[in-house]
C-alpha cells in the first residue's frame, strides 16, 4: 500500500499541474471570460464523471487493475502532450463556430464546450478512471476498504497541493509553459512505470470480503448518501467561486494569491482525506458522524467568512491578508475532506469482489463530479450574480446543513441525530445573523476614510463597486483600485486616448481594450469622424460607467461609440475587424491573466487588426527596469517601429515608420470637441508635442538591450517572483531621441 500511495501522489500532482495549464491554454483560444472559463472547467469535469463512469466496463474485462491503472497514467502523459496540438485543431473550429454566429451567446457556450471538451476528452476521461482502478487493486484490501480508498483520497489530493503550489509558484515562470507539460508528464510516467513494475513483482492477494457495518444506518441511508455526494459536489464547487471572490478583498489579484487559495483549499481536503483514512479503521455510527460533520461544515462557511470580515475575529487581532484568505477556506475544507471517504463508505458496501467495488467508487465518484459541474456552472452565472457574494455564501452553506437534515430523517436514532442537527441549525442561524457584509467590510479597510458606496454589482465576471468620498470617485474591479476621478488619473487615460488619435492623419475607426472608468474610451470618442468600439470584459464595470460620466463625456451615450463585453484578445483573433488606432486602458501586467495582454503573440494580433498606417498605442509606466525592458522588448518585436512617448510611459507601434506631420495635429486642434481634448490635457499646439516625444526605435532598442521577451509560453512579468529581485524604479535620464526623426512634411 505504502508504495502504490506514493503512485498516486504523482499522479495528482501532474493532475493538478494540468488543470492550471489548460484553464490557461485554453483561455488564449476562447477568452477569460466567466462564461468561457465555467465553460471550460465544465468540459473538464464532465471528462472526469465520464472516465468514472466508465471505469466500471473497463473493470469488468480486465484481471489486473494495478497494471491497468499503470497504462492509465502513461496514457493521461502521452495524451495531454497532444493537447497542444488538439488544440489548434479546436481553435480552427471555433473560429468557424464564431463565425457563423458571432453574436449568439447560445452558439458560442455550446461550441466551447465542445471543443474543449474534445480537446481534454481523453486525458480528462482517463484520469477519471484511476481512482476507482486503485480501489479495485490488490493494494486496497476488503477488510480495510474504506481506511485504503481515503488514504488514496487523501494522497492524491496531496500531490494536488505540490502540483499547484509547483506550477503557479515556480514551474511556469521558470521554465514556461510547454516545458510544465513535460515535468507533469514525467509525474505519470513515474505512476504508470511504476505500477507497472510493482504490479510485475507481485501485490499480495486480496482478502476475502469483509462485512462492514454502517452502524445506525437504516436502509434510506445509502439513498439519502448518493443524494449528499451530489449535494457536496454542487456547493464544494460553488463555494470554491465565493471564496476566490472573497480573496481579491483580501489579497491583491496576482496569480500567487490565486494558487495560494486554492492550495488551501487542497490541504484541507488533504488533512481532512488523512483524518478519515485513520477514523475508518474502525466501525462506527458513520451515518450519525457524517450527519453531524455536515452540519458542522454550513458553520464552518459562515465562520470562515466571518473570520475574513469581522474586524477582531474571534476576540483576536485581525488577521493578516493571506491569513484570512487561509482562515476562510481550510476549516471547511477539511470537513469536507473527511466528509467524502465517509460518504464512500457509507455508499459502497464491502460484499462483493474488488472490481464491484471499484466500479461503485466509480460511479459514486461521478455522481459527485456531475454535481461540482452543476455547482460550478449554476454558482458562477446565476447565484453570486443574482444573490451576490455574500449572501451565495450563506445559501451554500445551507446546503450543507440541508443534507444533514436529510441524512438525520434517515436514521434509525432519529430523535438524537435531529437533536444534533438542530444545535447545528442554532449556531448557523447565530453566524449567519451576525457576518458582516463582506464587502462593505473590504471598502472600510482599503478606501479613504470617509468613503460611502455608492455602486455594487457581484457581477459574473468579477464583483464591481463605485465609493466615492469627499475629494474623489473610486472604482474597485475585483477587490482591485482600478480608476478614480481625481485629475492626474483622467489626465494619464485621456492622454492615453488621444495621444495616437492627434498622430494619425484620419483615423475613422478606433479599438479601445478596457473600459475601466472610461476616460481612455472618452478622450477616443472626441475625434470627429471616428468610429469607436470598446471591448470591455465585465458588464459589471459597463453598469458602474454612468458614475463617471462627468470625465468621460459621457462616453456610453455618444453616437459614434459602440461597447462589446467580451475579452479583447479574444476579439481580435475573431472579429476579423480591423482599426486605424488601438489604445487599451491600464492593465498593470502582474495581475492574474494579465500576461494574456502584454505577451508577443497579444502585440502580434493588434498588429493585424491595424489597417494600412494604422496606429497602437500600449501603455508602460514607470517600474522596475526589469519590468519595464521586458514589455519595451517584446513590443519592439512586434513594432520594430515603435517610439516612446510622454516621458516615457506610452509607446506608439506602427507597422511602417511614424511620421508625423504638423497639419494632422494642427487639424485635430481645429475641430471643437477634440481641440478642446487636447488642450485640457496639455496638447495645446505643435511644438508642444516635441515635449511630448522621449525616444525613437533606434534609442529604445539600445536602452532595453537584448534579452528574453514575454510570451504565452513564458509570461515572465504575470509570474514575477522567478524574476531578479529588481526593485529600483527604471531610470529614464538617458533615453533621449530626437522629435525630428519622426517629422515629415
Not at 483576536?316 to 466528509?339: D, E, K
Not at 487615460?493 to 495616437?500: D, N
Request: proline share 5%; aromatic share 8%.
Amino acid at each position: 500500500m505504502p508504495l502504490v500511495l506514493f503512485l498516486f501522489f504523482f499522479s495528482g500532482a501532474a493532475g493538478l499541474a494540468y488543470q492550471v495549464l489548460w484553464i490557461r491554454q485554453l483561455s488564449f483560444v476562447f477568452g477569460v471570460t466567466a462564461y468561457a472559463a465555467g465553460t471550460v472547467l465544465a468540459a473538464f469535469m464532465a471528462g472526469l464523471a465520464l472516465g468514472s463512469w466508465l471505469a466500471g466496463p473497463v473493470l469488468a474485462r480486465i484481471k489486473r487493475p494495478l497494471s491497468a491503472f499503470g497504462a492509465v497514467e502513461l496514457l493521461i502523459g502521452a495524451s495531454a502532450l497532444a493537447t497542444p496540438a488538439a488544440l489548434d485543431l479546436a481553435s480552427m473550429l471555433y473560429r468557424a463556430l464564431y463565425e457563423a454566429a458571432p453574436e449568439s451567446f447560445l452558439v458560442q457556450t455550446l461550441a466551447r464546450f465542445a471543443c474543449a471538451f474534445i480537446v481534454l476528452l481523453v486525458p480528462t476521461g482517463l484520469m477519471g478512471m484511476t481512482l476507482p482502478l486503485l480501489s479495485a487493486s490488490p493494494a486496497v484490501r476488503a477488510g480495510r476498504f474504506a481506511s485504503h480508498v481515503s488514504a488514496l483520497y487523501a494522497v492524491n489530493t496531496s500531490g494536488a497541493v505540490v502540483g499547484a503550489l509547483a506550477t503557479g509558484f515556480v514551474l511556469i515562470g521558470s521554465i514556461g509553459v510547454s516545458r510544465t507539460f513535460l515535468v507533469a508528464a514525467a509525474c505519470n510516467a513515474v505512476a504508470g512505470f511504476g505500477a507497472l513494475l510493482l504490479d510485475r513483482v507481485g501485490q499480495p492477494t486480496a482478502q476475502p470480503a469483509a462485512s462492514q457495518s454502517t452502524g445506525t444506518s437504516s436502509p434510506r441511508g445509502p439513498i439519502a448518501v448518493w443524494w449528499v455526494m451530489a449535494a457536496s459536489g454542487f456547493a464544494s464547487l460553488a463555494l470554491e467561486i465565493v471564496w476566490f471572490r472573497l480573496m481579491i478583498q483580501a489579497l491583491d489579484g496576482t496569480t500567487y494569491a490565486v494558487t495560494v487559495t486554492l492550495a488551501s483549499v487542497l490541504i484541507g481536503i488533504a488533512v481532512g482525506g488523512a483524518i478519515s483514512a485513520r477514523l475508518l479503521a474502525r466501525d462506527a455510527d458513520w451515518l450519525g458522524w457524517l450527519t453531524m460533520l455536515q452540519a458542522a461544515t454550513a458553520c464552518a462557511v459562515l465562520l470562515g467568512v466571518g473570520i475574513l470580515t469581522w474586524e477582531n475575529p474571534l476576540g483576536l487581532p485581525p488577521l493578516r491578508g493571506a491569513l484570512r484568505v487561509v482562515a476562510l477556506v481550510l476549516l471547511p475544507s477539511l470537513l469536507m475532506g473527511i466528509s467524502f471517504p465517509m460518504l464512500l463508505r457509507l455508499g459502497v458496501p464491502v460484499a462483493g469482489d474488488a472490481r464491484a467495488r471499484g466500479r461503485l467508487v466509480g460511479r459514486f465518484y461521478s455522481v459527485n463530479v456531475l454535481g461540482a459541474i452543476a455547482g460550478s456552472i449554476a454558482g458562477g452565472f446565476l447565484i453570486v450574480p443574482v444573490l451576490g457574494t455574500w449572501m451565495a455564501a450563506v445559501l451554500l452553506a445551507t446546503v450543507y446543513l440541508a443534507s444533514a437534515l436529510w441524512l438525520a430523517l434517515g436514521h434509525r436514532q432519529r430523535g438524537r441525530a435531529l437533536g444534533g442537527v438542530a444545535a447545528g441549525a442554532i449556531a448557523f442561524v447565530f453566524l449567519a445573523s451576525t457576518l458582516p457584509d463582506p464587502f462593505a467590510t473590504a471598502t472600510r479597510r482599503r478606501a479613504p476614510p470617509g468613503s460611502v458606496e455608492i455602486f455594487r454589482d457581484d457581477g459574473v465576471q468579477t464583483p464591481v463597486s463605485v465609493y466615492e468620498s469627499a475629494s474623489q470617485r473610486t472604482l474597485n474591479v475585483g477587490g482591485l483600485h482600478q480608476a478614480n476621478d481625481s485629475q492626474s488619473m483622467v489626465l494619464l487615460h485621456r492622454r492615453i486616448g488621444a495621444l495616437p488619435m492627434a498622430l494619425h492623419p484620419s483615423p475613422e475607426s478606433a479599438l479601445v481594450i478596457g473600459l475601466g472608468g472610461g476616460a481612455t474610451a472618452g478622450a477616443v470618442s472626441r475625434f470627429p469622424g471616428t468610429a469607436v468600439q470598446i471591448v470591455e470584459l465585465s458588464e459589471s464595470v459597463r453598469l458602474a460607467a454612468p458614475y463617471f460620466a462627468h470625465v468621460t463625456y459621457d462616453v456610453l451615450q455618444q453616437p459614434n461609440v459602440r461597447v462589446r463585453v467580451d475579452d479583447g484578445r479574444n476579439f481580435l483573433a475573431l472579429s476579423g475587424e480591423r482599426f486605424d488606432v488601438i489604445t487599451a486602458d491600464i492593465i498593470q501586467p502582474v495581475h492574474a491573466g494579465a500576461g494574456h495582454l502584454y505577451s508577443r503573440e497579444y502585440f502580434e494580433l493588434v498588429r493585424g487588426a491595424l489597417k494600412p498606417g494604422g496606429l497602437a498605442l500600449q501603455w508602460i509606466g514607470r517600474r522596475e527596469k526589469l519590468h519595464y525592458d521586458l514589455i519595451m522588448r517584446t513590443f519592439l518585436d512586434v513594432f520594430p517601429n515603435a517610439t516612446l512617448w510622454l516621458d516615457g510611459e506610452l509607446m506608439v507601434g506602427s507597422v511602417e515608420p511614424l511620421q508625423v506631420r504638423r497639419e494632422t495635429v494642427e487639424r485635430a486642434l481645429a475641430a471643437p470637441s477634440s481641440g478642446e481634448l487636447l488642450r485640457t490635457i496639455g496638447l495645446d499646439s505643435f511644438d508642444a508635442l516635441d515635449q511630448w516625444y522621449t525616444a525613437g526605435p533606434r534609442e529604445m532598442r539600445a536602452f532595453v538591450g537584448q534579452g528574453p521577451l514575454l510570451t504565452d509560453d513564458r509570461p515572465l512579468l504575470e509570474y514575477y517572483r522567478s524574476l531578479p529581485a529588481d526593485e529600483a524604479l527604471v531610470d529614464l535620464s538617458t533615453l533621449h531621441g530626437r522629435f525630428s526623426d519622426v517629422l515629415t512634411d
